[in-house]
């Protein structure tokens, strides 16, 4: 069979508060977001394992408060005063568990926000005891956060993560794809992902719209 040329293009993600599908799996920390500004101590630690929504609701959050969002690797030498002026949402604390000058930026933003009275969301892959943080002071204020995780996805989590992430690549699966995939595919928000990008890599190299049969295919590769 002939192979088509391919290229690799961004897929458009959207963030929007619409495009978050609430099931059993996130609603406690939807309503935790959606409820902000009633957070004790102004501030919220948002959990969960790659894939599962963090950053999308963090951008939820943003629009929500006027917050901005900054990655947590990027703290070293940032105009901190600046940043707790307002609503700060810092991603993936969990990257900065080796540099202790990232450590000590977020240990030092974090009392700025808190007296300014500015709220905070932190996320990451998992509490922060077990982040491997080694600044003991940091690492006691983030368990002192109230906690929001986000679970593996039940079925109609997995089904809307599914049929988001193909719409976020533009494609269209034929109907029977996302039923079946669910019932065949690991139970995780990172497989549903690479398994997205191998389906769409493969319909684009062989010509071929997503149906079951390359479903199956990809699945059985």
Known sequence: MSRQLTFDLPARTALGR???????????????IEGWESWPSGKLMLTGPSGSGKTHLAHVWAALSGARIVDATALPGADMPALA??????????????DRAAQEALFHLHN??????????LTAHAEPQHLSLTLPDLQSRLQAAPAAPLREPDDALLSA???????????VPKPDVIPYLTRHMPRSFAAARSLVEALDSAALSEGRDVTRALARSVLES
Not at 18 to 32: G, I, Q
Not at 89 to 96: L, S, T, V
Not at 161 to 171: W, Y
């Open 161 to 171: 993560v599914l049929m988001k992430l193909f719409a976020d690549r533009q494609l």
């Open 85 to 98: 002026s307002g609503p700060i949402a810092i991603e993936d604390i969990g990257e900065i568990a080796g």
């Open 18 to 32: 619409e495009d978050f599908f609430v099931t059993e799996a996130n609603a406690a920390a939807v309503a935790m």
């Open 112 to 121: 700025l926000a808190q007296a300014n009275g500015e709220a905070l969301l």
